[in-house]
């Protein structure tokens, strides 16, 4: 496998597993993928952690259309993160931080977790931004919705996200404004 297929970081997994623990049939399919929740791997294929999020998603929130169950999933996934040791480092700076010192750092925190997404911020404007993001295997853009606006409410703003999806599930601009 090549290292650039090993772009999920094994700590989302950690997050996800801290939203709730796997069992039953939920632990069942996840082993299958390849992810045994007690010996978490440094790296995971893409791929697998995404259909692990199409897992959860499915688990958590089975009766939500799927992009308001991403969303929700994504916000989650934030919560589960900052009980990271990381992400507890994370969460601790985010109330010092303005909104578009957040977007600027947004293409770092996301490579903290998945190493073959490109982002890109852009100012459009004194109160608002672009985010334009190239994901490869297509994670749904509601889940990265919920990981802002878990980011933006821990600030106590309020922000405004529009999706447009540039090329399929795999590029997509989000316009945010506060």
Same mark, same amino acid.
């Given at each position: 496998?090549?290292?650039?297929?090993?772009?999920?970081?094994?700590?989302?997994?950690?997050?996800?597993?801290?939203?709730?623990? #796997?069992?039953?049939?939920? %632990?069942?399919?996840?082993?299958? =993928?390849?992810?045994?929740?007690?010996?978490?791997? /440094?790296?995971?294929?893409?791929?697998?952690?995404?259909?692990? *999020?199409? *897992?959860?998603?499915?688990?958590?929130?089975?009766?939500? #259309?799927?992009?308001? !169950?991403?969303?929700? =999933?994504?916000?989650?996934?934030?919560?589960?993160?900052?009980?990271?040791?990381? !992400?507890? *480092?994370?969460?601790? $700076?985010?109330?010092?931080?303005? /909104?578009?010192?957040?977007?600027?750092?947004?293409?770092?925190?996301?490579?903290? !977790?998945? $190493?073959?997404?490109?982002?890109? +911020? $852009?100012?459009?404007? #004194?109160?608002?931004?672009? =985010?334009?993001?190239?994901? /490869?295997? !297509?994670?749904?853009?509601?889940?990265?919705?919920? %990981? *802002?606006? &878990?980011? &933006?409410?821990?600030?106590?703003?309020?922000?405004?996200?529009? =999706?447009? /999806?540039?090329?399929?599930?795999?590029?997509?601009? +989000?316009?945010?404004?506060?």
């Amino acid at each position: 496998m090549s290292a650039e297929a090993l772009g999920a970081d094994g700590s989302l997994f950690e997050a996800l597993f801290r939203v709730e623990a #796997p069992s039953g049939a939920l %632990l069942t399919a996840i082993t299958g =993928l390849g992810v045994e929740p007690a010996r978490l791997a /440094p790296r995971y294929p893409s791929t697998t952690w995404v259909r692990t *999020l199409e *897992l959860y998603r499915a688990h958590l929130f089975p009766s939500l #259309p799927e992009p308001e !169950g991403n969303r929700r =999933l994504g916000a989650a996934l934030a919560r589960g993160f900052g009980q990271t040791l990381s !992400g507890a *480092l994370v969460l601790a $700076t985010l109330p010092l931080f303005s /909104p578009q010192r957040l977007l600027r750092s947004w293409p770092r925190l996301v490579r903290m !977790g998945r $190493t073959d997404v490109s982002l890109h +911020v $852009t100012d459009t404007g #004194p109160r608002s931004a672009d =985010l334009h993001s190239i994901d /490869p295997v !297509g994670v749904p853009a509601e889940i990265n919705l919920g %990981l *802002l606006d &878990f980011a &933006f409410e821990h600030m106590k703003v309020r922000a405004n996200f529009v =999706l447009e /999806p540039i090329s399929g599930a795999t590029e997509v601009v +989000v316009h945010v404004t506060w």
